[in-house]
């Protein structure tokens, strides 16, 4: 059996706003578990307002480590005004841009798991640049852009430990199924060639993949 979530916590990510169907989610728990028992920390790229934060910072709760979860929280692409994934609340009304920090915050603080948890606030790139620690996991589930998405690929996959998964949200192989291209879906084969990584378990576009050799 993997590993579930209690209760309380699945409420609390049926609760927050974000783009984690539950099934997925499910399977995103299940690999943050597995991966936390490496004893290094979880990552995130694409917190939003929290909601699969919530799930790394529960798997990284029961194992003792620390879930990192990095946005600019600027919002997406297709999250700014007048596009498809755009959530008003979202906006900041002094600025009129997107901030969706204090929502993930206050996400967190409703799930209890704020102290399991360091929030890196900016661009993947320009934090991955500087970087220098291995990961347990890394969850790629920033921008859809094939700049963004390719840049979270090669910015944080090389972190991947041996034996440690990169897990890919948003892989439609099927242009037909996909909602925001599929730059994610390109990255997942570009992982799959590299032969660092084989996949172990899928579930709707949810791919998790574990590092079986080196390079990215
Ligand atoms: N994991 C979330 C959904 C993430 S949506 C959930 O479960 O609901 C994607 C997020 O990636 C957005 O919040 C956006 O601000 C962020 N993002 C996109 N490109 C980014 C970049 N280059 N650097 C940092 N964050 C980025
Ligand atoms: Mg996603």
């Excluded at 709760?61 to 946005?71: F, H, I, Y």
């Excluded at 755009?86 to 704020?114: K, N, S």
């Excluded at 993947?124 to 969850?139: D, E, Y």
Aim: glycine share 10%; proline share 7%; with cysteine.
């Amino acid at each position: 059996m993997p590993a579930a979530p209690e209760p309380e916590i699945l409420a609390a990510f049926e609760a927050a706003k974000g783009f984690m169907p539950l099934d997925e989610g499910l399977a995103l728990y299940a690999a943050a578990v597995e991966a936390a028992g490496l004893g290094l920390p979880l990552l995130e790229v694409g917190t939003y307002c929290g909601r699969s934060t919530i799930l790394l910072a529960d798997a990284a709760r029961r194992a003792g480590v620390t879930a990192l979860t990095l946005d600019h929280h600027r919002g997406s692409e297709e999250q700014q005004p007048g596009w498809e994934y755009h959530d008003p609340e979202t906006v900041d009304p002094e600025t009129g841009l997107m901030d969706t920090l204090p929502t993930f915050r206050r996400t967190l603080h409703r799930a209890g798991l704020e102290e399991h948890v360091v929030a890196l606030v900016g661009r993947s790139p320009q934090i991955a640049a500087f970087w220098n620690s291995p990961l347990g996991l890394v969850f790629v589930d920033g921008g859809h852009t094939d700049e963004h998405a390719g840049s979270d690929y090669e910015g944080w996959a090389p972190h991947v430990a041996e034996g440690g998964l990169l897990v890919i949200h948003d892989v439609f192989p099927d242009p037909a199924d996909e909602f925001t291209g599929q730059a994610p879906y390109r990255v997942y084969l570009r992982a799959l060639e590299s032969r660092a990584f084989t996949e172990i378990s899928d579930a709707g576009s949810l791919r998790v993949l574990r590092r079986t050799g080196t390079g990215r």
